[in-house]
């Protein structure tokens, strides 16, 4: 699977971005998908997630209730809509697929995009 991140920008405090992510190669058949974020100097983290078997959404506690994850299977694409941004959202985001369980470590992540710069201004 090949990914293609890109949506990333400069937004103020309390704006809103969405970023895409198109695989190609395969679709996401079978595969967990996530969003990870990594600010300068600080180790890559889980922002969400979204199980294959049922659709359901994990989230980081620092986003919760203002980023929502989504995928569209026809389009083999994936969203991570992010509203209400605050500064310390600014990192280079990436997706990430896997075919095992959806987990939070980024090392067991089998597949990654090249990564979107997201920068919130104060």
């Known amino acids: 699977v090949q990914l293609q991140a890109y949506g990333g920008g400069l937004v103020q405090a309390g704006g809103s971005l969405r970023l895409s992510c198109v695989a190609s190669?395969?679709?996401?058949?079978?595969?967990?998908i996530a969003w990870f974020r990594q600010a300068p100097g600080k180790e890559r983290e889980f922002v969400a997630g979204?199980?294959?078997?049922?659709?359901?959404?994990y989230y980081a506690d620092s986003v919760k209730g203002r980023f929502t994850i989504s995928e569209d299977n026809a389009k083999n694409t994936m969203y991570l809509q992010m509203n209400n941004l605050k500064p310390e959202d600014t990192a280079v985001y990436y997706c990430?697929?896997?075919?095992?369980?959806?987990?939070?470590?980024?090392?067991?992540?089998?597949?990654w995009g090249q990564g979107t710069q997201v920068t919130v201004s104060s």
């Open positions: 979204i199980t294959w078997s049922d659709g359901s959404t």
């Open positions: 190669g395969r679709t996401f058949s079978s595969h967990n």
């Open positions: 990430a697929t896997r075919l095992g369980p959806l987990v939070f470590a980024p090392r067991a992540y089998n597949y």
